[in-house]
């Protein structure tokens, strides 16, 4: 019988986007909740869609340069705020099998 193990690592990825609301995602979660601050829908065709750096599962993070304490409230705050540029940092988790058979290979992008 094989062992498979699960690793889960993360890497930040920033984002800029351009030309004022709206911006065409949605969050959902926040400290309010229990829960992160997650991106939970891309508009098709939004800003959003258009930079493709952003990925339904995402964490929000940082907001113009302003860390999240996980508040919904304090994240549409500073997104209202932004009038021509909106510049986010999200965390995105990575799950990793290692195999002992096959080393250790990048399964999937944890959503």
């Known amino acids: 019988m094989e062992t498979v193990e699960q690793l889960v690592s993360f890497h930040h990825i920033q984002v800029q986007l351009s030309g004022g609301a709206p911006w065409g995602f949605t969050l959902k979660g926040g400290l309010e909740h229990g829960e992160p601050l997650i991106i939970t829908k891309i508009e098709d065709g ?5 930079c493709k750096k952003l990925k339904v599962g995402d964490e929000l993070i940082n907001i113009n340069g ?3 304490y996980g508040s ?6 500073l997104i209202k705020g932004s009038y021509r540029t909106l510049k986010l940092t999200v965390r995105r988790f990575l ?10 290979g990048r399964a ?3 959503l």
């Open 66 to 68: 302003s860390a999240l």
């Open 46 to 50: 939004g800003k959003a869609a258009h």
């Open 108 to 110: 999937s992008a944890a």
């Open 95 to 104: 799950t990793l099998i290692a195999n002992p058979g096959f080393g250790i």
């Open 72 to 77: 919904r409230q304090e994240a549409l705050i």
